[in-house]
DNA sequence: GACCAGGCACATC
DNA sequence: GATGTGCATGGT
């Protein structure tokens, strides 16, 4: 497996180059994002992004003050705007009152203790607290997604209904305990699923074609 | 017009 | 503990 996983990573970082991932401007947009993209292209994520900073909205202390509506408007485009408004509000009140609204004071806690109190937060689950942990505060923890799931299991090193905990465990056994390989490894998934391991797959020009046996079959996802 | 997108909380069994 | 459902916009 540890073989397995370093392989993939060369053949996609071959295909794409490094990815520079994640993007935003500042470490609260990368923990806003990471909530706005909850199930949702990032495009979409793009759109609200740019209202927030249009709107002056990129500040723990502006969500909280700006009210509901306003805040709801300004994520509509990100879809699921009544709940991730509510999110967000929750993560900004936890960063106000537990570190005084700064992203650097919530980075210097160990990694045990941040993981537990952002997955405390209501609307941020494993996912996004990895995200966060990883792109914003750069402590290394592999973050999992849909795409993880999908190409692992369709490549047949995992069952497709492998827990998240699980997954993050292997991804972390096999590599180096290091943020910038986990923040470029998780990229390099994102942008290998976004270009051709959708619901529907697109194996043909694919990086990581090379690595299935002859004749494996790629089941979409009708099909588990 | 159906299907899909980088989850999560909550209800129910 | 496992499984099902609501949440919603915008692109293909």
Redesign the pocket.
Known sequence: MKRTLHRYYDLMVDHFGPTN??PGDSDFEIAVG?IL????????VE?ALANLTSENLLSPRAILDCGEARLEMAL??S??????ARRLTSFCAFLVEGYGGSMGRLAEQPLDTLRAELLGV????????D?IILYACEQPVF?V???TRRILSRHGHVRP?IGYEDLRALFEKHLDKNVALYKDYHGQI?RT??TYC???PKCESCPLAPTLRRGQPILD??QK
């Open positions: 991932w994640w990471a993209t909850q199930n949702t292209a990032w495009r979409n759109k509509k485009p879809g699921f705007f009544r709940v991730k209501h609307g941020i689950g494993p996912e996004t607290a995200d973050v997604d849909t795409y209904e994102v699923g976004n959708r619901a529907t996802d009708t």
